[in-house]
């Protein structure tokens, strides 16, 4: 079968060479040639470098650890619903969703019931994301002459974990094309956007229509059932709030909680993201970054404190497991496209993310998330880091040098 399969796309490889007739279809040729087989170009002459680690390879690894945080995303949407139907007084959900799940149950106290329920409302988004989303990439290589690369299965499904379950689907169809067209085909495409087209997409969707991407709506999976994330709960009525919610550390930090589909399971989040270091694809400078200047602004609030926003009072570990901080920290900040390059300036990077998300939290209670505008601020300032960071290094090694010089003399 494989044999097969790889003679008939040799043989149909001239089609699609230059002079073929189906010349201008090359990148769908190369697309699916490549993502079956590797590819048989090898670069025979120097300078190069021999590294297992390339780009197919960089974007599966990333994709692959999102798995965990997809599992726990369908099991705990569903879970979700499932409770909202529960205190509803209801057998299922509305609409074609709920003649699915008929067949699964409701009982939330079932973990393939919450699972399966949970599944509805991710395939969709997901399939959305990526048909939309696939069809626009494919029409720029087209049109360019580009070759189709695998960064897009890392831009869907990081774009569908950050949406609400309850997303219209046409409203995720427009969010991708605005982050793929707008936030990275018209820089040139992969590895030459500034901003990250996931959050591009996402932060579109959030100010062009916040009544869907903010509030009671952002997890609320069933119809005519309404209700508060815990940050939500956090910016009105503090710490007390949520802990008169039921809601405890360790809930947050598994992901039993009510929120985006797939940014409240901390753990899920924690063990996908150690496998994105130890693989190297995260920078470990960059999370330690964002978490230190977390914490210390955090810790700074804390210690000034406010008699009007209870906010001020939240401690750091809550901020760590609440929202959209640990995806974020592990799989947003972390993009080695939009991220800092130089070592000191992905330190700085990450404390600039780290001190932003909490400034937006605490201190702007309009947008009581943070964590997709902090990390758009901090895409757009990576650059001018590295800037300075390699200014500040061509002085040092200028004086170091002519130090050198004079000494000789």
């Not at 120097?46 to 390879?57: E, F, G, I, N, W």
């Not at 070759?147 to 950050?162: D, K, P, R």
Request: neutral net charge; aromatic residues 16%; hydrophobic residues 50%.
């Amino acid at each position: 079968m494989i044999k097969n399969l790889r003679r008939w796309l040799d043989q149909r490889e001239p089609d699609f060479m230059p002079g073929g007739k189906y010349e201008k279809y090359f990148s769908l040729y190369e697309m699916v040639d490549t993502l079956l087989y590797s590819p048989p170009n090898r670069t025979t002459s120097s300078p190069h470098v021999r590294d297992a680690l390339d780009l197919k390879r960089v974007m599966g690894y990333v994709w692959l650890a999102t798995f965990p945080v997809m599992f726990m995303a369908c099991y705990n949407t569903g879970l979700q619903a499932n409770l909202a139907l529960q205190s509803m007084g209801l057998e299922q959900a509305e609409g074609w969703r709920g003649s699915i799940q008929s067949l699964f149950g409701f009982d939330p106290n079932s973990f393939f019931d919450n699972f399966f329920h949970g599944l509805l409302y991710f395939l969709p988004i997901y399939m959305t994301t990526f048909i939309v989303g696939g069809i626009a990439e494919v029409i720029f290589a087209l049109v360019r002459g580009h070759e189709v690369n695998e960064g897009f299965f890392v831009t869907s499904i990081l774009y569908t974990l950050t949406l609400p379950p309850a997303t219209p689907l046409w409203m995720v169809g427009a969010g991708i094309l605005f982050g793929v067209i707008i936030g990275k085909e018209v820089f040139g495409g992969t590895g030459k956007n500034f901003i990250n087209p996931a959050l591009a997409g996402r932060a579109f969707l959030f100010f062009a229509y916040p009544a869907y991407m903010s509030g009671d709506l952002v997890w609320v999976a069933v119809d005519g059932y309404s209700g508060a994330t815990a940050l939500s709960v956090g910016a009105a009525s503090g710490m007390a709030g949520i802990y008169d919610s039921g809601l405890t550390w360790w809930d947050a930090f598994i992901g039993l909680e009510p929120g985006s589909i797939g940014e409240t399971s901390a753990l899920a989040i924690f063990i996908g993201g150690a496998f994105l270091l130890y693989t190297g694809i995260a920078n470990w400078r960059i999370v330690s970054g964002v978490l230190f200047g977390m914490i210390m602004t955090t810790i700074l609030l804390n210690t000034i404190g406010s008699d009007t926003n209870p906010m001020f009072a939240m401690p750091w570990w809550w901020h760590l497991v609440l929202g959209g901080f640990a995806f974020g920290m592990m799989f947003m900040a972390t993009d080695p496209v939009t991220a800092a390059h130089t070592n000191a300036g992905r330190w700085w990077f990450g404390v600039l993310i780290g001190f932003m998300v909490i400034l937006i939290r605490v201190v702007n209670p309009a947008f009581p998330e943070g964590m997709m505008l902090a990390i758009l601020f901090g895409n757009m300032f990576a650059p001018l880091i590295d800037y300075a960071v390699m200014k500040v290094n061509i002085k040092r090694r200028l004086k170091r040098q002519l130090g050198s010089a004079e000494v000789k003399a």
